[in-house]
């Protein structure tokens, strides 16, 4: 019980964030930022540090719309009338939202102004030094870019059914990367079969159907090809 409610938490956390996304310009603006941003990082020789505070600047700008359309909700159940305090809530809202904007500015600047100015060749050869931040960002990418198409169909909810299955591309997108990187037989064999039963399993739950599940292991076959790219 207690697991089943733990899963009703993310999931409920994950529909507000859809949601929001859904009927929000704003925050579809800041997805469309995140991705052009952490696709920066990629070309990009930033420290762990730096990655550090470019992903907490998303996460904070992102927090804080959440927030300041959670606030408008409220007011809007509370008085459908206008009133000058219930627009100076709303005001301070969106103020906290643009901090948070003017801070992801100021890290964006600071982070890569210099790399903008040096950027080179020998930086694309650089990044591959540290396998880690390829992975880290390709599975935040993966996991937006999941969440936006979701947002596009009314099925199911961001944990459970929709399109496409979001188990099934992270599965796949794991395999994949883990074949590139370890070139060994037996291990990409059984991270190969993994996947496969992790797509398995979202058919024989009923929760993807197979159309959904395809879909899902092409797009994170895909994102995991990418980091051929840079290699």
Same mark, same amino acid.
């Given at each position: 019980?207690? $697991?089943?409610?733990?899963?009703?938490?993310?999931?409920?956390?994950?529909?507000? $964030?859809?949601?929001?996304?859904?009927?929000?310009?704003?925050?579809?603006?800041?997805?469309?930022?995140?991705?052009?941003?952490?696709?920066?990082?990629?070309?990009?020789?930033?420290?762990?540090?730096?990655?550090? =505070?470019?992903?907490?600047?998303?996460?904070?700008?992102?927090?804080?719309? =959440?927030?300041?359309?959670?606030?408008?909700?409220?007011?809007?159940?509370?008085?459908?009338?206008?009133?000058?305090? &219930?627009?100076?809530?709303?005001?301070?809202?969106?103020?906290?939202?643009?901090?948070?904007?003017?801070?992801?500015?100021?890290?964006?600047?600071?982070?890569?102004?210099?790399?903008?100015?040096?950027?080179?060749? =020998?930086?694309?050869?650089?990044?591959?030094?540290?396998?880690?931040?390829?992975?880290?960002?390709?599975?935040?990418?993966?996991?937006?870019?999941?969440?936006?198409?979701?947002?596009?169909?009314?099925?199911?909810?961001?944990?459970?059914?929709?399109?496409?299955?979001?188990?099934?591309?992270?599965?796949?997108?794991? &395999?994949?990367?883990?074949?590139?990187?370890?070139?060994?037989?037996?291990?990409?064999?059984?991270?190969?079969?993994?996947?496969?039963?992790? &797509?398995?399993?979202?058919?024989?739950?009923?929760?993807?159907?197979?159309?959904?599940?395809?879909?899902?292991?092409? $797009?994170?076959?895909?994102?995991?090809? $990418?980091?051929?790219?840079?290699?």
């Amino acid at each position: 019980m207690k $697991i089943y409610d733990l899963s009703d938490s993310f999931n409920n956390a994950l529909e507000g $964030i859809v949601h929001t996304l859904k009927t929000q310009r704003n925050m579809k603006i800041h997805f469309v930022t995140a991705i052009f941003v952490l696709f920066a990082a990629l070309f990009f020789n930033i420290s762990r540090l730096e990655l550090i =505070l470019v992903v907490f600047a998303i996460i904070l700008v992102i927090a804080m719309e =959440l927030l300041n359309t959670a606030v408008e909700i409220i007011i809007d159940m509370i008085s459908s009338e206008y009133r000058i305090r &219930a627009k100076i809530v709303k005001n301070i809202a969106a103020g906290a939202v643009l901090m948070a904007a003017v801070n992801a500015l100021l890290v964006a600047y600071l982070v890569f102004l210099d790399q903008i100015k040096t950027f080179s060749l =020998l930086l694309l050869g650089q990044i591959t030094e540290d396998p880690i931040h390829l992975i880290f960002i390709n599975i935040i990418l993966l996991v937006i870019i999941v969440i936006c198409l979701k947002t596009k169909g009314g099925k199911g909810t961001p944990l459970e059914g929709g399109m496409p299955s979001g188990h099934s591309a992270l599965a796949f997108s794991l &395999a994949t990367m883990v074949v590139i990187f370890t070139k060994d037989f037996l291990v990409s064999t059984l991270v190969i079969i993994l996947a496969v039963l992790v &797509a398995h399993s979202r058919i024989q739950s009923r929760t993807h159907n197979l159309i959904e599940v395809v879909a899902g292991a092409l $797009i994170g076959i895909l994102f995991g090809l $990418i980091i051929l790219f840079f290699l």
